[in-house]
């Protein structure tokens, strides 16, 4: 059983397209991030949620909308795609955020290139 | 949010000791150090991390400095599966607390 799977593993499409990457874990963890990693394999947080609800954006464009129908599952949805939002996308989960013991689990990424 | 800074690249031979650095001279009293590695086509995968002490796991040991200002990773004997980005990170307990990646170290393993 894979503990945190996102879909789709890969992701092509033209820029003003609107597209969503979906993700899941089974480790009954509380917190939920979203990663995007760029060509120079830079990984940046984007958002984190936690039960539900949002607890981090890092200044990211809304154009990207998270939503979260439950805690094991945390989706991103992006709207008029851009060049710019090319790169490898990774989801993981942790315990709740304040437990420095706690370790991150990412699922093995999506990969969005935007022509 | 407490800088760190690695090694772009780091090579090995084979079944011999590795040992990455990581200085982090801004890290404050309540940081925890963390690693990371990425393997090719992967996501990130917990390694080992510590407050103070050095500490051993099944899969790496760190050595942490006694002011605490740079650490290093240590690789036992390195196999050509552990050819990874290692990424060295500070986890501040305050808030909402968020890990944030630096570049990382890509370790190559030679045969």
């Known amino acids: 059983d894979t503990a945190v799977s996102q879909t789709p593993k890969y992701l092509v499409t033209q820029m003003g397209n609107d597209k969503s990457i979906k993700c899941e874990q089974n480790l009954g963890h509380d917190t939920m991030y979203w990663y995007k990693q760029d060509s120079k394999k830079f990984l940046k947080i984007m958002f984190s949620?936690?039960?539900?609800?949002?607890?981090i954006n890092e200044t990211v464009p809304n154009r990207f909308s998270p939503k979260s129908p439950d805690k094991a599952h945390l989706n991103l949805h992006i709207n008029s795609l851009e060049l710019g939002d090319s790169a490898v996308y990774f989801c993981?989960?942790?315990?709740?955020?304040?437990?420095?013991?706690?370790?991150?689990?990412f699922g093995s990424g999506t990969q969005l290139s935007v022509l | 949010d407490a800088k760190t800074t690695q090694p772009n690249s780091m090579e090995s031979n084979e079944e011999e000791p590795v040992h990455l650095p990581c200085n982090h001279s801004?890290?404050?009293?309540?940081?925890?150090i963390h690693w990371y590695r990425q393997l090719p086509s992967q996501g990130p995968e917990y390694v080992i991390h510590?407050?103070?002490s050095n500490v051993n796991n099944r899969m790496a040991s760190l050595a942490i400095a006694e002011d605490r200002k740079s650490s290093t990773l240590i690789l036992h004997r390195a196999t050509l599966r552990d050819a990874a980005v290692y990424y060295c990170?500070?986890?501040?307990?305050?808030?909402?607390?968020?890990?944030?990646f630096g570049t990382g170290t890509r370790l190559k393993v030679l045969a």
């Open positions: 510590g407050l103070t």
């Open positions: 990170i500070l986890i501040r307990v305050s808030g909402t607390y968020k890990y944030i």
């Open positions: 993981a989960s942790s315990q709740a955020p304040g437990q420095v013991r706690e370790k991150l689990f």
């Open positions: 949620y936690n039960n539900k609800e949002l607890i």
């Open positions: 801004t890290i404050s009293g309540t940081d925890y």
